[in-house]
């Protein structure tokens, strides 16, 4: 087997770092040579603050895509089906979709306070908008002859949505549901490093501000291989899932 | 359905998004919801129009914003553009770098801010850094795969024609990654925004991000909703501007 030509440029980078930190013999407050890296990243493995982190962080990712990303859903599911209501609603979901989701932190801070529930608040207003656009737009999508059988056969609102539109929008969906986990994982990151005394993204503020850059770029490895391996597993689960239907739902999008 | 044309859909769309104003207006006449964290539209109005006049400092603020948001998206959309031609264009290139770019890409943008701090303090280059980092790379992915998807025998013409490899990358690699690359540039502009008040809340100098985070811990709602409608705004807008520039310069598509 020939080597990875990919781990070539990450490899030689980490070498040069080091080398050059211990040749310079320089103590910075803001880069660290690989191998304190290394042993930062041990140490906080070890005493269990990197995992507790974690679990805040995607624990609020999670919940706020859920709530979020199901209020999409379900507003997609309404609009998709009925395009007099998505007329209706054009000029709402246009004027509130610009809004930064950060703008709104602010906003959560006076009502909640720090803490779970606002980051949360925030994920989900996130998470809300690819879940109803992709979401409408592959609903809207749909063969109409599948929706036609649907009203032959006299099926009830709920069983036509659980039978035949759920089943045939499900792979647009799933790519929908699919950024909709980045973004929730990009927010809550974001909500910890402005404001939220909580997870990851509080844990790197923290190293930074303790002038510990072992730490900080730790913690910035880390979160990188916890994005990377949730976007993979969910391209893994789309490949097995839907596997031709995946690729082209995700060439309409 | 489609009788009366758009224009009556159109007209029942804005009513729809007044009467959402309205429930607004009463939630908070109510008292339904805190005054002390939701204001009325009113009380928000007044603050913006408060903010505009003479002495007021949401001028500032919003310029700040907008530059901010500009220079980083253009910083990025040139180095994302140049990088992701030159990786596009070589499958060496490709093969050494695509790890390294796929590990990147997913890190949430707003993570490199603690690094940026550390090498440039609480300042407007850390600010533009974390902007331009974190808006680079829908362009630099968008335009290596506009780039590397040419039609193979477009290649044939111009191995053909003798091109160097500089005239195919201007002639054709180029025009053909276009669609993807204007279509990313859109997307980098609402990153750029999002990154600039980001940035301008943890730098803590001018611009709405910091006054929208102000007004919060001093309890001042109004300002406060004053400043995300704002942030709106210039969402909206940019986003506008830059699909219809992004019709305008497609046109030849004939889609």
């Given at each position: 087997m020939r080597f990875p030509r990919g781990l070539v440029v990450p490899l030689l980078a980490l070498a040069a770092a080091e080398a050059a930190m211990r040749l310079s013999g320089l103590e910075s407050d803001s880069i660290a040579p690989p191998s304190a890296i290394a042993r930062a990243f041990a140490t906080a493995l070890a005493d269990g603050t990197l995992l507790q982190a974690t679990g805040e962080t995607l624990g609020a990712a999670a919940a706020g895509l859920g709530l979020g990303g199901g209020a999409g859903l379900l507003l997609a599911i309404a609009l998709g089906l009925s395009p007099a209501l998505a007329r209706l609603m054009r000029v709402p979901v246009d004027a509130f979709r610009?809004?930064?989701?950060?703008?709104l932190i602010p906003i959560a801070l006076l009502a909640w306070g720090f803490g779970f529930p606002m980051e949360i608040a925030i994920v989900s207003f996130a998470c809300f908008w690819p879940m109803l656009i992709i979401g409408q737009a592959a609903i809207a999508g749909i063969e109409p002859r599948l929706l036609e059988v649907a009203r032959v056969l006299r099926l009830s609102l709920p069983a036509r949505i659980g039978k035949i539109v759920l089943p045939a929008a499900l792979p647009r969906l799933f790519v929908a549901f699919r950024l909709a986990t980045a973004v929730s994982l990009i927010v809550a990151v974001t909500v910890e490093i402005t404001?939220?005394?909580?997870?990851l993204g509080y844990g790197l503020m923290q190293a930074q501000q303790a002038l510990e850059p072992d730490r900080m770029f730790a913690f910035l490895l880390w979160l990188g291989l916890v994005g990377w391996g949730l976007n993979a597993l969910l391209l893994l689960a789309q490949r097995r899932l839907f596997g031709r239907a995946g690729w082209v739902a995700e060439e309409v999008r | 359905m489609k009788q009366g044309g758009e224009l009556p859909w159109w007209i029942a769309s804005i009513g729809v998004a007044l009467g959402i104003v309205l429930l607004w207006q009463v939630a908070a006449d109510r008292g339904w919801v805190s005054p002390i964290f939701l204001p009325g539209p009113d009380r928000a109005l007044a603050a913006l129009r408060e903010g505009f006049a003479a002495g007021g400092d949401l001028t500032l603020h919003v310029t700040t914003t907008i530059e901010h948001m500009l220079y980083g998206w253009v910083l990025a959309s040139v180095i994302g553009i140049a990088l992701g031609a030159l990786i596009g264009s070589s499958r060496r290139a490709r093969d050494y770098l695509g790890l390294t770019l796929e590990f990147i890409r997913p890190l949430p943008a707003s993570a490199i801010a603690p690094v940026a701090i550390a090498f440039l303090g609480l300042s407007q280059p850390m600010v533009l850094a974390v902007i331009a980092f974190g808006s680079v790379w829908p362009t630099l992915l968008a335009t290596a795969h506009g780039v590397a998807s040419v039609e193979p025998r477009l290649i044939e013409v111009a191995r053909a024609l003798r091109l160097s490899r500089l005239q195919v990358m201007f002639k054709i690699a180029l025009p053909n990654a276009v669609p993807d690359i204007l279509a990313a540039l859109r997307y980098g502009l609402t990153v750029a925004l999002i990154l600039a008040v980001v940035g301008e809340m943890l730098a803590g100098q001018e611009g709405l991000g910091h006054r929208i985070i102000l007004a919060a811990r001093s309890f001042r709602s109004p300002d406060l909703f004053a400043g995300v409608i704002l942030l709106g705004l210039i969402g909206f807008t940019s986003n506008a501007l830059l699909a219809v520039a992004e019709r305008r310069l497609l046109r030849w598509q004939g889609r």
């Open positions: 610009p809004i930064p989701s950060v703008a404001t939220n005394p909580l997870g | -």
